[in-house]
């Protein structure tokens, strides 16, 4: 294999029996709702596989790179042999990278699992731990946007930025800053909504207006995330919003007036606004009093 734009043309397609194809652990596709199977099982029992698994063929035996929920599927309808690509005398890391690319191609990847596997290519393409590339991606980002021509940065940050223009055209994709932007805070959802998205059961936009909410509302409408809409999700958060603005408000006056009556500040004060803050002072007083019960601790002088 050499690199992502040139993928290796398998060497072998046939019939392989299910039992002898292993499932990797680390699959860019995690996630496999019961009705997606089942539905994927009644047409392969009507028609059969259409598109091929892929396997790498090792002295050990075959490793599943792409087609799990094909596999699954096969088992439920009681297939004993399923087609596949078969490769041979790959590298792990050019099997990773195989597999992100091949379940890219599916239509039906969730936006988790979609980010997932772009990074995975982006990690062996760039040779960069997947955990460092979130924080690269946006520096990179914020590169492009303040200087287009790249004429302020390193020549290696301007290679790895060159490469990354060439990966996303190959990929089809928008470009690699709208992934950035768009794709790459899914992986950011608290695990709740992250899970739902990956699943199938949450809306990718709908997430996004959820994470906003208080996390005991963002529970509650979760919950019923399936009859709403995205504008709906919006003014139910804004509605509870607005319930607390006044406390919140009162809270900040509150604060500013503690600055502003600081020792140096309250000796500039005129006699006669001594005397009017002290007569707002003493109403304040009297209506905390009356509406708390709380006894006032000393009279105002």
């Known amino acids: 294999m050499a690199g992502f734009t040139s993928p290796p043309i398998p060497d072998v397609q ?4 299910i039992d002898a194809i292993r499932p990797r652990a680390q699959q860019p596709r995690r996630s496999f709702t019961p009705e ?9 029992r009507a028609h059969g596989i259409l598109q091929p698994l892929s396997v790498h063929q ?3 035996g075959y490793d599943l790179i792409s087609g799990e929920r094909r596999l699954r599927a096969a088992r ?10 078969v490769f041979s005398d790959l590298t792990e890391r050019q099997v990773q990278q195989l597999s992100a690319v091949e379940n890219l191609q599916r239509e039906d990847l969730n936006p988790v ?3 997932d596997a772009v990074l995975d290519i982006l990690s062996v393409e760039l040779d960069l731990p997947k955990d460092q590339l979130t924080p690269r991606l946006e520096r990179w980002k914020s590169m492009r946007m303040r200087d287009p021509a790249l004429a302020r940065v390193s020549e290696d940050e301007r290679q790895a930025i060159a490469q990354l223009d060439t990966l996303f055209r190959s990929l089809s994709r928008a470009e690699w800053t709208s992934f950035v932007s768009n794709r790459l805070p899914v992986l950011r959802l608290p695990t709740p909504l992250l899970e739902a998205v990956r699943e199938g059961r949450l809306d990718y936009t709908k997430a996004v207006a959820l994470k906003r ?3 005991g509302l963002r529970e509650a ?4 995330s399936g009859a709403l809409s995205v504008q709906q999700i919006r003014q139910r958060i804004q509605e509870v919003s607005r ?5 919140e408000e009162l809270t900040h006056a509150l604060d500013n007036f503690r600055h502003l009556t600081a020792k140096d500040q309250l000796a500039k004060l005129t006699p006669e606004a001594r005397g009017e803050l002290l007569s707002l002072l003493q109403q304040a007083t009297a209506i905390m009093s009356e509406r708390t019960n709380a006894p006032s601790r000393k009279r105002l002088r």
């Open 14 to 17: 046939t019939d392989l029996a």
């Open 36 to 44: 997606s199977l089942a539905r994927l099982t009644d047409s392969i």
């Open 58 to 60: 090792t002295t050990a």
């Open 76 to 85: 439920a309808a009681n297939l004993t042999t399923v087609p596949v690509k």
């Open 113 to 115: 699992d979609e980010a």
């Open 213 to 215: 909410a208080p996390e």
């Open 221 to 224: 409408l979760l919950a019923e």
């Open 243 to 247: 319930v607390g603005t006044p406390h």
